[in-house]
Each structure stands twice: as structure tokens, then as C-alpha cells.
């Protein structure tokens, strides 16, 4: 193999990029310069679209329109499509089509039944990956009709899986569709380990958030540079489920697990959702506070395993580059 071309080039062929680097949907992480650094820098960047509304403040249309005048290269949206409530989904519905008016065809699923955004997408001649952490899932999203899989490990930034890159490659490579590896890939090292299993491409958050692009303030990038693989811990305080965080004072003071109560409505099957929701909501907010805190103070901070191979904060441009070419 090519240090520079994967084995499997579906994913280069599916989106028109030259590097198999998709810059993952991070809230808040994702502003739209990052995004559209990704995606000049020859991989792509993709939009999560309420980082770029609620945090960054553009209007969704204009936002697209402001990442198009940064780079004519491909981008990508992130669709959450949890039913939470159904004026979120209508707001999704919206998003995409305004993505798709737009001109964006490539979209990145992440829970939910993907089937009504395949029929719009695939109806433009568009392509849709879907996050999936095991068989069971990725098998719901294939029999949505999606074209490739991002597989989400356990060393993941965001919401983590439970096993790791090359687990979950054997469990998801007889389904016949591109699979990208999430989770855990820093450094060129690990990006080509992971390229030599079979991926045909990576998904990387965390090594971004220490970008020059990225508007995360600079105590947040720092705290990437300085952290080891054991100063990551799993939070289910924020969304009900397991997600990455780097322990500070402000999640010491949280803790990591939810209390009896929130435990309680976890576990029932009509409550689990709407706990969840309110542990969003509340996130949400404290997230979006703490990524442009400039005082330093506000240490609510997202990040995965990979930030033990990040050691200083560089230019998407270099990052990428680095990847590629030891
Ligand atoms: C701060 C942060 C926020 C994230 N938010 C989202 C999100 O909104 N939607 C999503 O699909 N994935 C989200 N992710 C997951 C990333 O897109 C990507 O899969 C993951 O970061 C890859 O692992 P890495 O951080 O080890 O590179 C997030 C990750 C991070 C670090």
C-alpha cells in the first residue's frame, strides 16, 4: 500500500478528496473554518450543524455559504437522528435539505434509522456513511440503505465505542461496504496501523480541537497538548451515555456517573430518552460556555485517547500532512 492511497479508495472516490481524512462533526468544536480547513487541506471537514447555528451563530444556509467562500472543495454534514422530539427532527429534515440546496452529498449519520436520509440524499446522487460501535448497528444502518460505515472505537473522542479499531474491523469487514476507523489516530503511526488493517480512511476529532483553526480558546488546545492517554476518563453525565472527557477540576467536581434518580430513569425504557435529553440540554450549554471561555476557568472539555500523540497545536494543513508522510 501507498503511505498516501489506501488500499480501498471508495471513501476518495465517494467524496472527490485526495486524502482519506474526514475531520469528524465535534460539538462545539466543529466552527466553520475548521470544517473548511479540513476539506482544503485535501481530506473533509464535516458541519455539525447545531455547533454551527447555536455555537458559532450563523444562520445554517449562510454558514454553508461562508465555508463555501473559504474552500471550494467538498464538505460534509453530521445528521444526529434520534427522534428526540419532533421538532428537532423537522429541524433536521430542514437542515438537510437546506445542506443538499446547497450543494453538500456527503452526510455522516450517527444513531437513528438512516433510511429517510439515504431516499433524500441518495435522490441527488449524494453519499451517506453511518457511525455505527458494533454489528447491530451498523447492520440497522445498512438496511437504510447507507454506503459505508464509520466505526466508532473504544479509544474514540465523543461517544466511545467498546472495542477496538481492529475488533471492530473484523466484526464489520464481510459487510462489504468502506469502513473508516474513529477513534484513537493522532499520530502517522497509528494512522498507518490502522490503514494496513483495511480502512479505507480515518475520522479524527480530538487531534483538530489543537489546530490554529479551531476556535476552541487556547487553554482547551492546551490542555489536549499536555494530557496523557490516563487523564482521559468516560462521563455519562453528559449525555446519559459514556463520552470522552479530560478529567479537570470542573468534572472531578461533576462527577462522572449519574446520580440515583438519573441511574433510576436510565434504566427505564420510556424515561431513558427523555433523561437523556435533559442531560443534553443541560451540556449543551455548559460545553458551548466552556469552549470559548477565555479565562480558563470553565474546564468542561471533550477529548479522546489520541491526545497523547498530540504535542503541540499546528495548522489543519500540517496535521493532515503529517499523517500521511512520516
Ligand atoms: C469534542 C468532540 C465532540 C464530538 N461531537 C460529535 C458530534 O456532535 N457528532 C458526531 O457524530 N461525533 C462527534 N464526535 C466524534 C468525532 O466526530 C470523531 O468520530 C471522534 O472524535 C474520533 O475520535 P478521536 O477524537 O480520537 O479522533 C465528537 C468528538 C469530540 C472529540
Known amino acids: 500500500m501507498s503511505k498516501a492511497l489506501p488500499a480501498d479508495t471508495r471513501l476518495l472516490e465517494h467524496t472527490g478528496i485526495t486524502m482519506p481524512i474526514i475531520c469528524g462533526a465535534m460539538y462545539p468544536c466543529s466552527n466553520p473554518e475548521l470544517v473548511a480547513a479540513a476539506s482544503e487541506s485535501g481530506g473533509i471537514g464535516i458541519v455539525q450543524p447545531i455547533s454551527l447555528t447555536y455555537v458559532?451563530?450563523?444562520?445554517?444556509?449562510?454558514?454553508?455559504?461562508?465555508?463555501?467562500?473559504?474552500?471550494?472543495?467538498?464538505?460534509?454534514?453530521?445528521?444526529?437522528?434520534?427522534?428526540s422530539t419532533k421538532r428537532y427532527h423537522e429541524?433536521?429534515?430542514?437542515?438537510?435539505?437546506?445542506?443538499?440546496?446547497?450543494?453538500v452529498r456527503f452526510f455522516v449519520t450517527s444513531l437513528g434509522k438512516p433510511g429517510w436520509v439515504v431516499e433524500k440524499v441518495h435522490a441527488v446522487g449524494g453519499i451517506v456513511y453511518h457511525d455505527t460501535t458494533n454489528r447491530k448497528f451498523a447492520e440497522k444502518g445498512l438496511e437504510g440503505g447507507v454506503d459505508g460505515l464509520i466505526?466508532?472505537?473504544n479509544r474514540a473522542g465523543g461517544h466511545a465505542g467498546q472495542n477496538s479499531a481492529a475488533e471492530l474491523y473484523e466484526e464489520l469487514v464481510d459487510l462489504e461496504v468502506p469502513l473508516i476507523c474513529a477513534g484513537g489516530i493522532s499520530t502517522s503511526r497509528e494512522y498507518q496501523q490502522v490503514m494496513e488493517l483495511g480502512y479505507a480512511g480515518v475520522q479524527m476529532g480530538t487531534a483538530f480541537i489543537a489546530s490554529t483553526e479551531c476556535n476552541a480558546s487556547a487553554e482547551y488546545k492546551q490542555a489536549i497538548v499536555d494530557s496523557q492517554e490516563s487523564d482521559i476518563v468516560l462521563s455519562e453525565r453528559i449525555t446519559g451515555v459514556p463520552v470522552s472527557?479530560?478529567?479537570?477540576?470542573t468534572i472531578d467536581r461533576m462527577g462522572t456517573q449519574p446520580g440515583p434518580l438519573a441511574r433510576w430513569l436510565l434504566k427505564g425504557n420510556k424515561t431513558?430518552?427523555?433523561?437523556?435529553?435533559?442531560?443534553?440540554?443541560r451540556s449543551i450549554v455548559q460545553l458551548k460556555k466552556s469552549l470559548l471561555d477565555k479565562t480558563g476557568t470553565r474546564d468542561f472539555w471533550q477529548a479522546g485517547k489520541s491526545v497523547a500523540g498530540v504535542d503541540q497545536v499546528k495548522s489543519v494543513a500540517d496535521i493532515m500532512r503529517a499523517m500521511v508522510s512520516p
Open 56 to 83: 458559532h451563530g450563523h444562520n445554517f444556509r449562510e454558514g454553508l455559504r461562508y465555508i463555501r467562500r473559504l474552500t471550494d472543495k467538498p464538505v460534509g454534514m453530521n445528521a444526529l437522528i434520534e427522534q
Open 91 to 103: 429541524r433536521m429534515q430542514q437542515w438537510i435539505d437546506i445542506a443538499l440546496e446547497e450543494g
Open 245 to 249: 472527557v479530560i478529567r479537570t477540576s
Open 272 to 281: 431513558k430518552h427523555l433523561m437523556r435529553m435533559l442531560y443534553a440540554m
Open 151 to 153: 466505526c466508532v472505537n
